[in-house]
């Protein structure tokens, strides 16, 4: 089991930035993937982005292409979500997800909250 703790949410104006972090620990050699999802209020949970683990390949919904940006440290086995221009409708509980081969999820953070302000 990977253990997922997030950090970094918090309230901010539309335009700015904030930064999450995603620390795993436990058993993180069987992570194949770590994901970034968001459940705005009354929708259900999307994927944001993903990031492989060796390969540091990503794939980004199309609704944050060009302003979150997805990184990884692998010595430190923690996930960052640069979350920049952000708008009203980024509002959200983000969630840490690590994802096992198949792109299931196997493990998931409590989630940390995001509010833009317009």
């Known amino acids: 089991q990977v253990q997922l703790v997030e950090s970094g949410g918090g309230l901010v104006q539309a335009g700015g930035s904030v930064r999450l972090s995603c620390a795993a620990s436990?058993?993180?050699?069987?992570?194949?993937?770590m994901g970034w999802f968001r459940q705005a209020p009354g929708k259900e949970r999307e994927l944001v982005v993903v990031?492989?683990?060796?390969?540091?390949?990503?794939t980004y919904a199309d609704s944050v292409k060009g302003r979150f940006t997805i990184s990884r440290d692998n010595a430190k086995n923690t996930v960052y979500l640069q979350m920049n221009s952000l708008k009203p409708e980024d509002t959200a509980v983000y969630y840490c997800?690590?994802?096992?081969?198949?792109?299931?999820?196997?493990?998931w953070g409590k989630g940390t909250l995001v509010t833009v302000s317009s």
């Open positions: 436990g058993r993180t050699f069987s992570t194949y993937a």
């Open positions: 997800a690590a994802l096992g081969s198949d792109y299931e999820v196997d493990s």
């Open positions: 990031i492989k683990w060796i390969s540091g390949s990503t």
